[in-house]
């Protein structure tokens, strides 16, 4: 069924990846269709209420021109005076009712924008916290961001004016022609004639300009994901001496982005150049052969009056139509890389089956487990193993045997190819994977703080944590002494990723947060690798009050923190090649006894 589902996805998403950006993101925002069709109608509105002034000015004109005989007056008001009253009247309301639909629309397209960044940041980040590990591995943290805040900004943009510049240009258009047909039906084809050329040039930039800010988006992912990498390796860049370095292999991502937008603002300056010269066209034919019109008493001076006003309302909007189709190609640009993440399929599946906390017995067993990173040879090949409930048991093993990897695996970070591993006699894939979770509490080797206090950090994952239940977790985890040493103590901002405390400070804080979140599963993995001795033997005495009646597993290179386990299994090349207490594997004389051996300094 899982397979099934994966496969289904596969499919739906290829489909998606297919469909222009526009009909992607108008898919995404089904459930903004009424604010979308009322800031549509304030912005159509908004056209024709200023394109009435030209209208007005013609009426005005034949009023000066024929005075009783106008259109006014044959409405039956021919008084000059009152006629000029009316379309003073007129004008007026025409004002107050452009200015009220401008203040609508623009209140509604700009809302609209910021409702569609906010909750299309949160789904693309909610979407990406459920994907695999995997995923992460392939992608850098740059390119991530990029999407996230980037590329989402860059929709907003043409959401907040972009959108309604193209829906007044054609509300123009429809209007206007509409008028030069009704008005001078013998010169509005000429007038009018250059339309179709602009409209076709249009969508020939729009193709053109589509591929070039395709490239610019993939250029910026590039100089992001190496600010962002430097800026995490700055201790690294600076204790090498290979600021210079860095600086000329940024200048080479920064050039590249530049070249690709260059590319990309070489086509698009050209569009309102050539755009001015086909109005030039119609402009020139209207005021050539509409003032003959005129004067030979075809048309009235009024009608070319408003006739000549409209055609220049319908020039400024087309030649800012280069800048709003530039907007919409950098927009649609972004909205593909957003939508493709959005389309990502979720190779884990989350599970059916709920699992309490609170009736956990934490027996886990691995069977017949085969699992290979993409790409990569098996690290873990036909696996079996029993983690008795309330047990410690401890792995060991050369760099890259595969013991991380079955934390990883035990937490559902990644799926088993082959095999079943099973809590409480429940299938993993079976279980509810937040409830799986929930149940297990990892302290890992590369302990990672967030920027926020001390007590934050120690509540993470258990935020209703009290202050007292936060200081007893640290007192459990040896850690309340040196908080209290630290300059606003629980309160002392411990910097991004923890940077302000010393590598056993950080651990301890682990270890504090794993205590809070009293889980029945506890995973060791390397806990005391980057600390001194005397560390050690502090967090060696918080771990033995810690593991009492739960389920835990130790995964550690130095072999004189796990000599008290239950049970220890030695791991080579993804098996298990030796198991049993301390004493038993010695007295074995394999593996175990020889990296004992080394590591206790007896040969």
């Known amino acids: ?121 949160l789904d693309a980040y909610n979407h990406l916290q459920d994907l695999e590990l995997a995923y992460f591995e392939e992608r850098s943290t740059g390119g991530l961001m990029s999407i996230l805040s980037d590329d989402i900004n860059q929709l907003e943009r043409f959401l907040d004016v972009g959108a309604n510049d193209i829906i007044q240009v054609v509300t123009t258009v429809i209007i206007i022609g509409g008028a030069f047909f009704v008005l001078a039906p013998s010169v509005a084809w000429m007038a009018l004639s250059p339309m179709p050329f602009i409209l076709w040039g249009s969508f020939a930039f729009q193709r053109l300009l589509a591929p070039r800010y395709a490239k610019v988006r993939e250029k910026v992912g590039y100089l992001n994901a190496r600010l962002v990498n430097n800026l995490s390796g700055i201790t690294t860049i600076k204790s090498f001496t290979a600021e210079n370095y860095e600086t000329s292999r940024l200048a080479e991502d920064s050039e590249a982005y530049r070249q690709s937008n260059a590319k990309a603002i070489k086509l698009s300056a050209a569009f ?45 909007p087309l030649t800012r139509l280069g800048d709003t189709f530039d907007q919409y190609q950098r927009a649609m640009a972004s909205t593909n890389r957003v939508m493709d993440l959005l389309d990502t399929p979720i190779a884990i599946h989350p599970g059916n089956t709920p699992l309490p906390v609170d009736t956990v017995r934490g027996e886990v067993q691995f069977k017949d487990v085969t699992f290979a990173y993409k790409d990569r040879f098996p690290v873990i090949k036909n696996l079996s193993l029993n983690i008795p409930a309330g047990k410690t048991i401890a792995i060991v093993g050369s760099t890259g045997s595969g013991k991380s990897t079955l934390v990883k695996l035990l937490l559902r970070l990644y799926e088993i190819k082959t095999g079943t591993i099973t809590l409480d006699g ?23 703080l967030f920027h926020g206090t001390v007590a934050e950090n120690i509540a993470y994952g258990t935020f209703d944590a009290t202050e007292q239940e936060i200081i007893t977790a640290a007192k459990v985890a040896e850690a309340h002494e040196f908080i209290l040493r630290l300059p606003q103590g629980y309160e002392t901002i411990v910097g991004e990723r923890g940077q302000k405390l010393s590598g056993g400070q950080r651990q301890r804080i682990a270890i504090a947060r794993a205590v809070l979140k009293n889980p029945p599963i506890l995973i060791l993995d ?65 593996i175990y006894a020889s990296l004992w051996r080394v590591q206790s300094g007896l040969r």
């Open 426 to 448: 429940i299938d993993l894939q079976d279980l509810k994977l937040q409830d799986l979770r929930r149940c297990i509490g990892l302290v890992s080797q590369d302990v990672f």
């Open 272 to 316: 309102v150049p050539l755009i001015r010269m086909l109005i030039l066209v119609g402009f020139t034919a209207l005021l050539l052969y509409g003032g003959m019109a005129a004067v030979a008493g075809k048309m009235s001076v009024g009608t070319y009056s408003v006739l000549v006003f409209l055609i220049q309302r319908l020039l400024w």
């Open 1 to 121: 069924m899982a397979v099934a589902t994966v496969l289904k996805s596969h499919r739906l998403s290829r489909r998606r990846n297919s469909a222009h950006p526009l009909q992607r993101l108008l898919e995404y925002g089904q459930q903004y269709r009424k604010q979308i069709w009322l800031a549509i109608g304030c912005s159509i509105l908004n056209k024709l209420f200023d394109l009435a002034p030209p209208a007005l000015i013609g009426i005005a004109v034949d009023v000066v021109v024929k005075q009783q005989d106008s259109i006014i007056a044959q409405l039956g008001i021919r008084d000059v005076f009152g006629q000029f009253l009316i379309i003073s009247l007129l004008t007026v309301i025409i004002w107050i009712l452009e200015s009220a639909f401008e203040y609508a629309y623009a209140q509604l397209w700009r809302n609209l924008a910021q409702n569609i960044q906010h909750n299309l940041r």
């Open 526 to 590: 390397e806990a005391t690798s980057a600390v001194d001795n005397e560390t050690e033997a502090a967090i060696q005495r918080s771990l033995e009050r810690i593991i009492v009646d739960r389920t835990t597993i130790a995964i550690a290179h130095r072999l004189s923190t796990i000599r008290n386990a239950d049970c220890i299994y030695v791991m080579e090349h993804g098996q298990l090649v030796e198991s049993g207490t301390h004493e038993e594997l010695l007295e074995k004389d394999g």
